[in-house]
């Protein structure tokens, strides 16, 4: 799951600070999830989804598809 949060922010060509600023937080908390030093609250799962255009499942890892659902 940390893995795939930083690859979906790299294909994006962005960095944590911008990351962390979308969801209203610092670049240092969200570092830690990339890392998997924290959890990564469903909250913020969400807004990744939503940001990133994907499943929850994809992030997750327990699917390779990063499609969403319709």
Known sequence: MYRRIRDLREDMDLNQTQV????????????????????????ILIKLADFYNTSIDYIL???DNPERYK
């Open 20 to 43: 962390a600023k979308m969801l209203g937080m610092s670049q240092t908390g969200y570092s830690k999830y990339e890392t998997g030093e924290n959890d990564i609250p469903t909250s």
């Open 61 to 63: 890892g327990q699917t």
